[in-house]
């Protein structure tokens, strides 16, 4: 009986520990940073195709959350009201200006589109 008291102690404080430890998550993260930290997209062909329709597009805050203003890129048809919206999420660089292309080619297309910025 003893002994199994020493085995749940020893497990149990081995989780408490793993618990306790970096998170591996937060490692890759970090990693993954390092790595590509020289990296810049690239240009696409999707910049040779022309558009079916004008665009306005602009930068929209659309949403607080805990004190913090959630902004993105919005982009609309001109001249179609209530076109179908596509949400547009980024790349490992963020909202940038080759987000915001393929944003306005999307919306070019018919769709009311929203580039979302998941790191602001």
Same mark, same amino acid.
């Given at each position: 009986m003893h002994q199994l008291r020493r085995v749940f102690l020893v497990v149990g404080l081995s989780?408490?520990?793993?618990?306790?430890?970096?998170?591996?998550?937060?490692?890759?993260?970090?990693? /993954?940073?390092?790595?590509?930290?020289?990296?810049v997209p690239v240009e696409n062909a999707a910049q040779n195709i022309k558009q079916s329709v004008e665009v306005s597009g602009e930068e929209v805050q659309y949403a607080t959350v805990d004190g913090q203003t *959630?902004?993105?890129?919005?982009?609309?048809?001109?001249?179609?009201?209530?076109?179908?919206? *596509?949400?547009?999420?980024?790349?490992?660089?963020?909202?940038?200006?080759?987000?915001? /292309? /393929?944003?306005?080619?999307?919306?070019?297309e018919g769709y009311t589109a929203l580039a979302v910025d998941l790191y602001k």
């Open positions: 989780l408490l520990l793993a618990a306790c430890s970096d998170s591996p998550e937060e490692d890759f993260i970090d990693r /993954m940073d390092r790595e590509h930290e020289g990296d *959630i902004s993105g890129y919005l982009a609309r048809p001109e001249g179609i009201k209530n076109a179908p919206g *596509i949400i547009v999420i980024h790349e490992w660089w963020g909202l940038n200006d080759n987000i915001r /292309m /393929m944003t306005n080619k999307l919306a070019g």
